[in-house]
């Protein structure tokens, strides 16, 4: 079945203590990004990957990193995390631009 | 600043009636737009989409229109059916831009 898988799917944590979320898709998607969803802001995008080794800032990557070491997965990075990105985490890929975005089921975090 | 934008944060509408989701755009570079359907803890699924090159696309009982001269598109959902009821977020993209902007969703509710 195609899919974009995130793990994990809840995760509650305190302010400074680094962690990953992961994700990973099994279409052989090129393009995979990073959204967070809060209240009244919709989707904002955190960062893209065009491809392997190809990473680029959204609109709200402060506090956050990425790696694309290979086509499948993207991870998520909050090396110290705050407050402020207690949010619901959706990953999703496609074959490039103009393409439909396949989401995964999504990643609640709370930041203590 | 919020390049797309859904002013109505909800809609109730009655089981066989018409819902009209409206969205607004401020880049005039954006060039191709799509509708994203979620249900509560899911990911956003991809309903339709529609390039600037037209003006209406039709899927089913979806059709989306789209007027660039006011930078306006709107979703309209015929007959409306209680499995509808969900948020609807839409989304623009643009030539040279790999992210998307997606809009602050519209919660439709189809009463049965």
């Known amino acids: 079945e195609a899919q974009v898988t995130q793990n994990p799917r809840y995760l509650i944590t305190v302010t400074g203590k680094k962690l990953t979320v992961t994700c990973s898709q099994n279409m052989n998607h090129e393009y995979m990004s990073w959204y967070r969803q809060d209240p009244g802001l919709g989707l904002r995008q955190i960062y893209y990957s065009m491809n392997v080794e190809v990473t680029d800032k959204g609109d709200v990557p402060e506090g956050y990193k990425v790696s694309r070491k290979e086509k499948r997965n993207f991870p998520l990075i909050l090396e110290s995390p705050s407050p402020n990105q207690t949010s619901l985490y959706f990953c999703?890929?496609?074959?490039?631009?103009?393409?439909?975005?396949?989401f995964g089921p999504g990643t609640r975090l709370t930041v203590l | 600043d919020q390049q797309v934008k859904q002013n109505s944060p909800s809609l109730s509408v009655q089981e066989g009636r018409i819902s009209i989701l409206n969205c607004d755009y401020t880049n005039s570079m954006f060039d191709y737009f799509l509708w994203y359907k979620k249900y509560p803890a899911e990911g956003p699924t991809f309903l339709i989409s529609?390039?600037?090159?037209?003006d209406k696309n039709e899927d089913g009982r979806f059709t989306v229109f789209l007027n660039k001269s006011a930078k306006h598109l709107s979703l309209h959902i015929v007959p409306s059916q209680p499995g509808d009821s969900a948020v609807y977020f839409c989304a623009a993209e643009g030539p040279g831009a790999n992210n998307l902007f997606f809009g602050t969703g519209t919660r439709l509710t189809v009463i049965p």
């Open positions: 529609i390039s600037s090159i037209k």
């Open positions: 999703a890929s496609s074959f490039g631009s103009y393409n439909e975005q396949f």
